[in-house]
């Protein structure tokens, strides 16, 4: 199956709200509420941030929201902080248990 | 508190075996409410989902490396194995073992990443 597709970098001022998509299809994003976001700091393991759309894990900051309209998810990210900059990976159930991801977008915070 | 450890070894030569094991803490491998997986990341790339086992042993595999890799549980050392055969270089990389909640995307336990190089 062919990865999700995501910006390779976005980038934002302090205070300011970006929007990072991630396109799949209908055999994915489109078919399925099972889209997660993860934070990816250098160095580190991931960190969910989102699942399933919109679900958000308790000790998640309420800065990070996610959606989904047709074959794309959206993680939008509110009064952005330096802290902020990092990678992000969107994630979607496929078919029969398997995941395809997207390939990562780098977020700068100016 | 949930914690997950990856070990095994760092270096593996190029057509061998690439073998690592999750140690779980603070829950239970036979729980029937959650998956058990496997993420890889080559260095400066992104991630992959490799594949993931649950409770009674059924494997779920990606297709890059479906022809390659195997998964196991040891309920009794609350483990779960990754082994990836004929290794190439392309399987270098940080190696990220996790937990996810059953009927949901969520990922919500991962290990610290153990790095792997493919090298002679």
């Known amino acids: 199956q062919s990865a999700l597709t995501q910006p390779a970098s976005v980038s934002g001022s302090p205070g300011q709200s970006i929007t990072i998509s991630c396109t799949g299809t209908s055999n994915d994003i489109g078919n399925y509420n099972y889209v997660s976001w993860f934070q990816q700091r250098p160095g580190e393991a991931p960190k969910v941030l989102i699942y399933d759309v919109s679900s958000r894990p308790s000790g998640v900051s309420n800065r990070f929201s996610g959606s989904k309209s047709g074959n794309t998810a959206s993680l939008i990210i509110s009064g952005l902080l330096a802290e902020d900059e990092a990678d992000y990976y969107c994630i979607s159930y496929i078919i029969s248990d398997t995941w395809v991801l997207g390939g990562g977008t780098k977020l700068t915070v100016l | 508190q949930l914690q997950l450890q990856e070990s095994g070894p760092g270096l593996v030569k190029p057509s061998e075996t690439l073998s690592l094991t999750c140690t779980v803490s603070?829950?239970?491998?036979?729980?029937?409410?959650?998956?058990w997986g496997w993420f890889r990341q080559p260095p400066g790339k992104g991630l992959e989902w490799i594949g993931c086992i649950n409770y009674s042993g059924n494997t779920y595999y990606g297709p890059s490396l479906m022809s390659r890799v195997a998964m196991s549980v040891d309920t009794s050392n609350n483990q779960f194995s990754l082994r990836v055969n004929s290794v190439t270089a392309a399987d270098t990389g940080l190696y990220f073992c996790?937990?996810?909640?059953?009927?949901?995307?969520?990922?919500?336990?991962w290990g610290q990443g153990m790095k792997v190089t493919v090298s002679s």
């Open positions: 996790v937990r996810r909640v059953g009927r949901s995307s969520w990922f919500d336990y």
């Open positions: 603070g829950d239970s491998i036979s729980s029937r409410y959650h998956y």
